[in-house]
């Protein structure tokens, strides 16, 4: 396992949970957070024992954005790179090849709903705030949230809360489809890992081309989209997992996926 100044990662049983590290200021975007995040999302994506990765905060919060006082004191190119930095990092996110689950504890603001709207599957506790509050600085969201957030939700609601800056809580988040459950605050970890293991039941080969069949599709248009993600599920029936799933469907037992 490594060891990390701004993050902590532990893996078991398949799930590796990817905590923020930095509770002194609600976990605060840094460079060096950035740098370690990148660190060991390759890690992650490289190995064969992890089937899903969680993604969670220390302390009472998610993530609270970028640390303005480090940004206050970068020249225009240093801002330039650090933003570079964190898109690639919030895209690696995204492309990962194992689901991800963000496990928003607490506020999700800025960079911090950017991080989670990368994820593939977010669960809030109650009482998390959710937000792209950017322009209340006189600036706007800068790594992918004024693309990310109206793909989710729809134009006229992420209008709605980037142009006020106002944040929504988990409750209302769950209405607009920012988030996919809510659950009582403390439980939040809990319920990501349930649901890790509900994926984690699935055949995992199939997992992975359904996910690697959004995400490529989302960027082409329906008609290549679907040609795509047909290819996939060409490629699923290949496989032993398919002759395992389809068997243990008709002699009524629990699947044995290997991967295969």
């Given at each position: 396992?490594?060891?990390?100044?701004?993050?902590?990662?532990?893996?078991?049983?398949?799930?590796?949970?990817?905590?923020?590290?930095?509770?002194?200021?609600?976990n605060a975007i840094s460079r060096e957070l950035i740098?370690?995040?990148?660190?060991?999302?390759?890690?992650?994506?490289?190995?064969?024992?992890?089937?899903?990765?969680?993604?969670?905060?220390?302390?009472?919060?998610?993530?609270?954005?970028?640390?303005?006082?480090?940004?206050?004191?970068?020249?225009?190119?240093?801002?330039?790179?650090?933003?570079?930095?964190?898109?690639?990092?919030?895209?690696?996110?995204?492309?990962?090849?194992?689901?991800?689950?963000?496990?928003?504890?607490?506020?999700?603001?800025?960079?911090?709903?950017?991080?989670?709207?990368?994820?593939?599957?977010?669960?809030?506790?109650?009482?998390?705030?959710?937000?792209?509050?950017?322009?209340?600085?006189?600036?706007?969201?800068?790594?992918?949230?004024?693309?990310?957030?109206?793909?989710?939700?729809?134009?006229?609601?992420?209008?709605?809360?980037?142009?006020?800056?106002?944040?929504?809580?988990?409750?209302?988040?769950?209405?607009l489809g920012l988030v996919n459950r809510v659950v009582?605050?403390?439980?939040?970890?809990?319920?990501?890992?349930?649901?890790?293991?509900?994926?984690?039941?699935?055949?995992?080969?199939?997992?992975?081309?359904?996910?690697?069949?959004?995400?490529?599709?989302?960027?082409?248009?329906?008609?290549?989209?679907?040609?795509?993600?047909?290819?996939?599920?060409?490629?699923?029936?290949?496989?032993?997992?398919?002759?395992?799933?389809?068997?243990?469907?008709?002699?009524?037992?629990?699947?044995?996926?290997?991967?295969?």
């Amino acid at each position: 396992m490594r060891t990390y100044r701004t993050i902590l990662s532990e893996s078991k049983d398949g799930i590796c949970i990817l905590t923020l590290n930095r509770p002194e200021v609600y976990n605060a975007i840094s460079r060096e957070l950035i740098a370690e995040l990148g660190d060991e999302l390759a890690a992650v994506d490289e190995s064969a024992d992890v089937k899903v990765l969680i993604v969670t905060g220390a302390g009472k919060g998610f993530q609270a954005g970028a640390d303005i006082r480090e940004l206050s004191k970068m020249t225009p190119l240093k801002l330039l790179r650090y933003n570079e930095s964190l898109v690639r990092v919030i895209a690696a996110v995204e492309r990962l090849r194992q689901p991800v689950i963000a496990a928003v504890n607490g506020p999700a603001l800025g960079g911090g709903l950017e991080l989670a709207l990368a994820c593939s599957i977010r669960i809030a506790a109650e009482g998390a705030l959710l937000g792209l509050p950017e322009v209340k600085l006189g600036i706007i969201p800068g790594a992918g949230g004024t693309q990310r957030l109206p793909r989710l939700i729809g134009k006229g609601r992420a209008y709605w809360m980037m142009l006020t800056g106002d944040p929504v809580n988990a409750e209302e988040a769950l209405r607009l489809g920012l988030v996919n459950r809510v659950v009582p605050r403390g439980e939040v970890l809990t319920a990501a890992v349930e649901t890790a293991r509900k994926i984690m039941a699935n055949g995992p080969l199939a997992i992975e081309l359904c996910k690697n069949a959004v995400e490529i599709g989302m960027d082409l248009p329906l008609e290549h989209a679907v040609q795509y993600a047909q290819k996939n599920c060409v490629t699923c029936f290949s496989t032993e997992d398919m002759k395992e799933g389809t068997a243990a469907f008709i002699e009524k037992r629990k699947p044995d996926f290997r991967g295969r």
